[in-house]
């Protein structure tokens, strides 16, 4: 005989789980400068999404002068990567402090597979996974130019100096462009041409995404 303690727990936990399954989580990727922050901006609009940005999240930390920024910057001003622990800890707090939200788009991470691997592991316990890996291709003479252009009015040191971009983008593909490959074996990883104006590209990924909702549907 089933007791009311279990057909309660199990009643409950079918509708958290029924629930979460409709979530759409994305994840923003391409190199520096390729748009992903511009993107989200957008998307986050239209697919009513929580936009969580860990460039956003260190450059917030910096500004406030916390411990964690202190030591984020110290990679960021070079073009490096900040280390797997820190960024991780930092974006699962955010995911945390968000539990009610319709879905995630994650801009600028993961960047490396011990972060892909503990995204997918934060979701999964909760019953969840990435909907989707948006790949935004741009080539390196464009982004150069774009980055410097930002630097212009940005104040972000990263931006300022060509050869700390191309570092930046020489960390893309050590360490980061493998991130698609990884999502790409479930299916989930579209590349998207990201040339063009900033309404053209949003236009290309919101196609995008509404393939791949309607083959889940
Ligand atoms: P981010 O803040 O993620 O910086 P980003 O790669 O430059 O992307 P962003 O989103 O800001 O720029 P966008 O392409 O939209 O990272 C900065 C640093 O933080 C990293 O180098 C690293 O040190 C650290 N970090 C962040 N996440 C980390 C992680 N997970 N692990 C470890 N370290 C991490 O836009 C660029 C410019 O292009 C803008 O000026 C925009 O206006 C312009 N632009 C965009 N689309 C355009 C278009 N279609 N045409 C013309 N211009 C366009």
Same mark, same amino acid.
């Given at each position: ?21 409709? #979530? ?5 990727? &391409?190199?520096?400068?390729?748009? !992903? &922050? ?18 956003? $999240?260190?450059?917030?930390?910096? &500004? ?5 920024? $202190? *030591?984020? !910057?110290?990679? #960021?001003? !070079? ?42 592991? #934060? ?13 935004? *291709? ?7 130019? /774009? ?8 104040? /972000? ?23 698609? &490959? ?36």
């Amino acid at each position: 005989m089933v007791s009311l303690r279990s057909f309660f727990s199990k009643f409950f936990k079918n509708t958290t789980t029924a629930k979460k399954s409709t #979530m759409i989580n994305l994840i923003l990727f &391409g190199p520096p400068g390729s748009g !992903k &922050g511009t993107q989200a901006a957008h998307l986050v609009e239209k697919y009513n999404l929580l936009h969580i940005s860990t460039g956003d $999240l260190f450059r917030s930390e910096i &500004g406030n002068k916390t411990t964690l920024g $202190l *030591e984020a !910057k110290n990679y #960021m001003d !070079k073009g490096e990567l900040v280390p797997d622990t820190v960024t991780i800890n930092m974006l699962k707090k955010k995911v945390d402090e968000n539990p009610d939200v319709k879905g995630f788009i994650f801009d600028g991470f993961p960047r490396t597979i011990p972060q892909a691997e503990s995204l997918d592991a #934060m979701l999964l316990e909760d019953g969840q996974s990435i909907t989707s890996l948006l790949a935004l *291709e741009v080539e390196d003479k464009e982004i150069v130019k /774009r980055l410097l252009e930002r630097a212009k009015t940005s104040g /972000r040191s990263d931006d300022a100096d060509e050869n700390i971009i191309r570092n930046r983008i020489q960390v893309y593909l050590k360490n980061t462009a493998i991130v698609a &490959g990884h999502y790409a074996k479930s299916n989930k990883s579209v590349t998207v041409n990201g040339i063009g104006t900033i309404e053209e590209v949003a236009a290309r990924l919101s196609a995008a995404i509404d393939k791949t909702l309607v083959h889940q549907s």
